[in-house]
Nanobody, 121 residues
């Protein structure tokens, strides 16, 4: 069992930056990790994913070049550095864990409770 707790969300102006953190309990080095988001009135979408030891990453086209996913297995923490934020990035951001970089995007095994991000124009 893995428990995930996100933090770092908040209100930021367009063009600004935020770093989200996802603190995990349990043997998180055994899992690939991902970030998702859900904007008001929209379906949840994948944002980024990272393999168990960080050697492989995935980014949605909408965030490529602006967001960076990373992990510190010693701290059981996954990060999402978000730069050049746009109002369209406004959403609740969720952390997830899965078996592989592909499966964490398609069928996550564990979810966090989410942290809201609001980007003002």
């Amino acid at each position: 069992q893995v428990q995930l707790v996100e933090s770092g969300g908040g209100l930021v102006q367009a063009g600004g930056s935020l770093r989200l953190s996802c603190a995990a309990s349990g043997r998180t080095f055994s899992y690939a990790m991902g970030w998702f988001r859900q904007a008001p009135g929209k379906e949840r979408e994948s944002v980024a994913a990272i393999s168990r030891f960080g050697g492989s990453t995935y980014y949605a086209d909408s965030v490529k070049g602006r967001f960076t996913i990373s992990r510190d297995n010693a701290k059981n923490t996954v990060y999402l550095q978000m730069n050049s934020l746009e109002p369209e990035d406004t959403a609740v951001y969720y952390c997830a864990a899965g078996s592989t970089t592909t499966s964490v995007i398609q069928t996550p095994m564990y979810w966090g409770q989410g942290t809201p991000v609001t980007v003002s124009s």
